[in-house]
């Protein structure tokens, strides 16, 4: 017997993987509108 | 009672308390009834002239651990102090060495609920965050980006969760198993003792 937490994390994984789908999608199956267009420089945010 | 009789109930009391001349007290008393018989006694008067074979062992008893004690304890502490200092690079090595293997047993075994706990803190307060925050990423950069990180959020989430699960019943698990571990350790080192003392 499947205990409720465990019940509760396969839906949730379930349910991310069918947004991820879904988001997936509607970009056209293509992984480059996910892909970083930003300007973001990363030793202005790890500027120790 | 007849000699022989009361000889071996001699021998037997005498090996029941350990005494440690058993040898020389049978020895004695056997003369001694020989010698009363030769000067005319019988058995019987001799034997009901005699302490019982429980009496003379009570008797011996006492002293003998007395002595014992005495005598052996200040000689065994001086001889253990000799070897223990003596192989102290020996025995110390191969203790710290014990002890390290001990500690890195535990460390080992508790790795696993360490990991996991590790792993359902980062799913699930990672996981929340980035839930939160997809809302605002939908309104910045499209509901498309925000929908994949949704996603993801919630992948994260359900592995931080399924992780929190594993980590608990091992971590349940295995507290009765270290639990079980030291006594048995513990148990161990004291028989050792034991043999030693």
Known sequence: ?????????LCMI???IILMTVSFGMAGFKSQPFQYRGTHEWSRTFNF | MTKNQFI?????ELTRYGISDAANTIDYYDELIDDRLEAGETEAEIIASLATPAQIVAQLAIPDKQVRQKKMAPMLIIL???LLVLGAPLWGTLL???IIIVVLGYFLIWLGPFLGTIFAA????GGSVSLILSFFVGLQEGWMIAIMQLGISFVMVGVGLICAGATWYMTKYLIRFSVGITRWLVGMFRSRLKVVA
Do not use: D, E, P
Request: without cysteine; positive net charge; proline residues 0%.
């Open chain 1, 1 to 9: 017997m499947l205990k409720n937490w465990l019940k509760i994390s």
């Open chain 1, 14 to 16: 379930l349910v991310g």
């Open chain 2, 8 to 12: 071996k109930q001699l021998a037997a």
């Open chain 2, 80 to 82: 253990i102090s000799f």
């Open chain 2, 96 to 98: 710290l060495t014990a």
């Open chain 2, 122 to 125: 980062a799913g699930i307060l």
